[in-house]
């Protein structure tokens, strides 16, 4: 069993920030990847921002120079910084991880996601 729990969401003004973390825990042999990804209403989930466990970071566009993904991998952690942040940010945000559980398999894991919403 592999769980993912997410915290620090909430309401913000525009302008504002909030840190979003996501640990994960269970038969956990080796973590690819983690990343998170944003679901507004009426619209698909997108990514937002990846970082493997070598460190290498990937952003979309619409959050670069705004939003920090960091990693503790000791912890099994992922963060998200969002700084500068946007009524159009306004979304449930989703921790993923891409990893090795100790049986071998690799998967995906979603968490259960973490409200974010930017509004004066």
């Known amino acids: 069993q592999v769980q993912l729990v997410e915290s620090g969401g909430g309401l913000v003004q525009p302008g504002g920030s909030l840190r979003l973390s996501c640990a994960a825990s269970g038969s956990i042999f080796n973590i690819v990847a983690m990343g998170w990804y944003r679901q507004a209403p009426g619209k698909q989930r997108e990514w937002v921002a990846v970082i493997t466990s070598g460190g290498r970071i990937k952003y979309r566009d619409f959050v670069k120079g705004r939003f920090t993904i960091s990693r503790d991998n000791a912890k099994n952690t992922v963060y998200l910084q969002m700084n500068s942040l946007k009524p159009e940010d306004t979304a449930v945000y989703y921790c993923?991880?891409?990893?090795?559980?100790?049986?071998?398999?690799?998967?995906?894991?979603w968490g259960q996601g973490t409200q974010v919403t930017v509004s004066s």
């Open positions: 993923n991880a891409d990893l090795e559980r100790l049986s071998g398999e690799r998967d995906d894991y």
